[in-house]
């Protein structure tokens, strides 16, 4: 008998994640971090800047925003952020810490929404920074193709029925409607 695969759900974020969600963020930007020639406190103060800074950003434009956590096997492993318009389902920003990366959470999540997205009839969209070509082959590989192309961001978008893909296993926020 094989073992059953991970169960990958969400819940939404709250108050006492903030300690979790700086710690995701902070892990996204250790190579930067590397590189730069600033003592731990500098470092600190920056990532504590740029955190805020995204966190606000992402309300202000997306105030309908879902921000959720990520649980494989109820263990804490990342977080996502979904917007889900009238005329599209972005996925604002998804994150795992990074002894949790390149095991099919990812893949798992892009599944179902765009799976939702095909049930929606809408596109799913996502902004990928143009130097991360691990995500541009990542997505790419889900379907998506780049749409727009800014300075250093590309928006990548995903079209019902343009990439079937294997069936996503469905698990949702308890008590929240799609």
Do not use: C
Request: no cysteine; net charge negative.
């Amino acid at each position: 008998m094989s073992p059953r695969p991970p169960s990958v759900t969400l819940r939404p974020v709250e108050s006492s994640d903030e300690p979790l969600l700086r710690r995701i963020f902070a892990s996204t930007r250790e190579a930067e971090m590397q590189i730069v020639p600033w003592g731990e406190e500098e470092k600190e103060a920056f990532l504590d800047m740029q955190f805020t800074a995204q966190k606000t950003d992402y309300a202000v434009r997306f105030p309908r925003s879902e921000h959720s956590i990520i649980l494989v096997d109820e263990v804490e492993v990342g977080r996502v952020w979904i917007d889900r318009g009238e005329d599209e389902i972005r996925l604002i920003d998804i994150a795992l810490l990074p002894e949790r990366r390149n095991g099919g959470t990812g893949t798992t999540l892009l599944r179902r929404l765009q799976a939702e997205a095909s049930a929606a009839d809408r596109p799913l969209r996502h902004s990928v920074y143009k130097q991360n070509t691990g995500a541009l082959r990542f997505y790419e590989r889900l379907g998506f193709q780049v749409v727009e192309d800014f300075e250093t961001y590309v928006l990548m978008e995903w079209i019902p029925g343009s990439h079937a893909g294997p069936s996503p296993t469905t698990e949702h926020h308890p008590g929240k409607a799609d």
